[in-house]
């Protein structure tokens, strides 16, 4: 009985098959782009295998990626307004006695500017690989390119507020306002995501792999969404979880179920990520070892930006966070070398052994003796197993450790593997890190937050 009838599904079919589409096209044209792209000087070698005469790959194919992803999204625009413009004829021939059907212009400038953020996105991860733009420079681009966003959510009277967990309600109110600092995380937000992915990189699949079961799972977030003829969160509601984890209302099974606005806010997650599944679907055909094409940075900005769009756009940033969890781990593991506590070589790739085919733990070397806040993080990490320190055999001082990255830390843990083996493990340990995230948006909220 609380089923509102949610006419936009039928785009949704369109979506799936454009996303066919997009498939197809980026299975065909990476490999037919790649000499031209070698030809235009956007190659690379892959520092993980030998070859017989220094084999050049096509390198920042991720621009393939993005334009088929963008093109397919703009063709899409017209599918995604068809109950709307479809209203207002109905409404222009009914004639007196209808009210005039307000066309959504809201909906409409989510979506451009979402297209204009994944644009900007392209435009530097493409740049990035053309000119290797340095850190300090590259890092509050993305925030830039998210103010047409924050500026839509800002015009929608987005919500700002945080639902306190239960523990700190004797300090604080239940619900804080964050206000402006809000709008700061969520620009924070687009750096993070994009960045985070482009440093789990350097073995063949890594970058579209992560990107792929990262979509995944937002696509299963937003299936949760749709009015399903059943409700299948129903044992959800028996174990006694009422959250809305996201700020802002409570859930229950009714007021969700019924929600013509949530359930858009997920259509329009899924009519981004679907195509971008695709696309990198496509690519990952290439890009698996052994690599026929890199994604580049171009993918990775591409890849983290859409991520950084659906999380804001459609209100569930902190559950897209949950999806990070081994980019967070990489990404406060490669702190102490980002900022300089240590040295940081321009590649932290694993080391590879061409006799036995095998990748080790790669190492960065102190050129001057280590400062003692570096002693310390180094020795805190070692003692966690994070990192293997080298003491030089004269002075007891730290003269060598792995490079802080996650990679690493799984060749440290689980011992030398092959290419293809270190990425599936990637690949597991983001599947678990999304079964952990579905657990604690779903199975553990109701310990901190009230119904
Ligand atoms: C980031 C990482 C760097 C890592 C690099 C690998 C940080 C701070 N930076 O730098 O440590 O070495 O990504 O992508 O963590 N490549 C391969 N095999 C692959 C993919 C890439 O050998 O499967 C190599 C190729 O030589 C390719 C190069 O990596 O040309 C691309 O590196 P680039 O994306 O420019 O590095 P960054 O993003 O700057
Ligand atoms: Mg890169």
């Given amino acids: 009985p609380l ?17 066919i589409f997009a498939f197809l096209a980026s299975i065909y044209l990476v490999p037919a782009l790649g000499p031209t792209f070698i030809k235009a000087n956007l190659k690379g070698h892959d520092l993980l295998k030998v070859y017989k005469d220094d084999l050049d790959i096509p390198e920042s194919m991720g ?39 307000e066309f959504p212009h809201y909906q409409l400038a989510v979506y451009l500017s979402s297209l204009l953020s994944l644009l900007i996105a392209t435009m530097l991860g493409f740049l990035d690989d053309v000119f290797d733009i340095r850190w300090r420079h590259k890092l509050p681009i993305p925030i830039i390119a998210s103010i047409p966003l924050l ?9 700002t507020n945080v639902v306190v967990p239960l523990p700190f309600r004797v300090l604080l109110a239940e619900l804080i306002n964050l206000g402006p600092l809000y709008y700061v995380y969520m620009a924070m937000l687009s750096t993070f995501s994009t960045n985070s992915i482009n440093i789990l990189a350097g073995i063949n699949g890594s970058e579209v792999s992560q990107a792929l079961v990262i979509a995944g799972s937002i696509i299963v977030n937003d299936l949760l969404y749709l009015p399903w003829p059943i409700d299948f969160r129903l044992p959800l509601h028996l174990l006694g979880n009422k959250t809305e984890l ?22 329009f997650s899924l009519y981004f990520m679907l195509p971008l599944v695709a696309v990198c679907l496509g690519f990952l055909y290439h890009n698996w070892y052994p690599a026929r094409a890199f994604p580049g940075d171009t993918l990775c900005y591409l890849t983290g930006m ?52 095998l990748l080790h733990p790669s190492k960065a070397e102190f050129k001057t003796s ?24 004269n002075t007891g001082l730290i003269s060598e450790a792995t490079n802080l990255t996650i990679l ?44």
């Fill in 370 to 393: 280590p400062s003692k806040l570096s002693i310390l993080v180094l020795r805190l990490l070692s003692t966690l197993g994070l990192t293997q320190v080298t003491e030089h055999p």
């Fill in 246 to 267: 996201e700020f802002g209302g409570v859930w229950n099974a009714g007021m969700a179920y019924g929600s013509r606005q949530l359930v858009e806010r997920h259509l």
């Fill in 306 to 357: 859409a991520f950084a769009v659906v999380g804001i756009q459609a209100h569930f940033s902190k559950t897209l966070l949950l999806f990070f969890i081994p980019q967070i781990f990489n990404f406060v593991l490669s702190c102490p070398q980002l900022f300089g506590l240590v040295p940081c070589p321009r590649h932290r790739v694993p080391r590879f052994d061409s006799n036995t085919n």
């Fill in 151 to 159: 500026m839509v959510y800002y015009a929608e009277h987005g919500n």
């Fill in 63 to 101: 621009l393939v990626c993005a334009s088929i992803y963008i093109l397919a999204l703009i063709l899409f625009i017209p599918f995604a307004f068809s109950t709307p413009i479809r209203d207002q004829a109905l409404a222009k021939k009914a004639q007196e006695g209808i009210t005039v059907v």
């Fill in 3 to 19: 089923l509102e009838p949610i006419p936009a599904i039928p785009a949704l079919y369109s979506s799936v098959g454009l996303s």
């Fill in 408 to 451: 690493n830390v799984f060749l440290l843990r689980f011992g030398p593997m092959n290419e293809k083996k270190l990425n599936q493990v990637l690949i597991c340990s983001q599947l678990a890190g999304s079964g952990l995230a579905f657990f604690i948006r779903y199975g553990l909220a109701w310990l901190v937050y009230d119904g």
